[in-house]
């Protein structure tokens, strides 16, 4: 038996991240209806937001985007 693969949509959305004790523009990744992660552009580079904290910097949104999608399959 071979095992089908599944097509799973990723999507990027612009909205309203809190950081710390503001709330900033930003990007949402979400997979379905689920929120996987939220991404906000600080001093001309993106960081992972958690928690209201940066979690890690990346200097482009791809590789931030890859993070978060590597760190959500490796959660499951």
């Keep these: 038996m ?6 799973i949509e990723i999507q990027i959305s612009e909205g ?9 523009d ?7 209806k689920k929120a996987i992660g939220e991404i906000a552009e600080l ?7 958690k928690n209201g904290n940066a979690d890690s910097f990346y200097r482009k949104l791809e590789k931030a985007v890859e993070n978060l999608i590597e760190t ?5």
């Design 16 to 24: 309203k991240v809190k950081f710390g004790t503001d709330t900033i």
């Design 26 to 32: 930003g990007y949402i990744l979400s997979i379905g």
């Design 43 to 49: 001093d001309n580079q993106f960081a992972i937001v």
């Design 2 to 7: 071979s095992k089908q693969d599944k097509k």
């Design 72 to 76: 959500y399959n490796l959660s499951k």
